[in-house]
């Protein structure tokens, strides 16, 4: 699976952003799909997982209810919508792809090569 992450930019606090990652290979509509984000001088996190079949979401406690994921395996493609960003959301989203039930990123076997999230205060 090959991956490709877009959609960062920089916005203000409050605002929303749409991450999009489109991939390539035949097991993209079976793996479950992660987002997870590194900020500068912080270890990578992760942010939210969807599930192969898009039935079952995870997030990390500090984006609940502010992030959502979705999929369309139709169009080999997993999209996170980011809505009232805050300055700390500020970092580089990666997209991931793992066949394990995981929220780990060690578990996850292919990675998109990121894009930059500015939240401005």
């Known amino acids: 699976v090959q991956l490709q992450a877009f959609g960062g930019g920089l916005v203000q606090s409050g605002g929303s952003l749409r991450l999009s990652c489109a991939a390539s290979?035949?097991?993209?509509?079976?793996?479950?799909m992660g987002w997870f984000r590194q900020a500068p001088g912080k270890e990578r996190e992760f942010v939210a997982a969807?599930?192969?079949?898009?039935?079952?979401?995870y997030y990390a406690d500090s984006v609940k209810g502010r992030f959502t994921s979705s999929r369309d395996n139709a169009k080999n493609t997993v999209y996170l919508q980011m809505n009232n960003l805050k300055p700390e959301d500020t970092a580089i989203y990666y997209c991931?792809?793992?066949?394990?039930?995981?929220?780990?990123?060690?578990?996850?076997?292919?990675w998109g090569q990121g894009t930059q999230v500015t939240v401005s205060s």
């Open positions: 290979g035949r097991t993209f509509s079976s793996s479950r």
């Open positions: 969807i599930s192969w079949s898009g039935s079952r979401t």
């Open positions: 991931a792809a793992t066949q394990r039930n995981s929220i780990t990123p060690g578990d996850y076997d292919y």
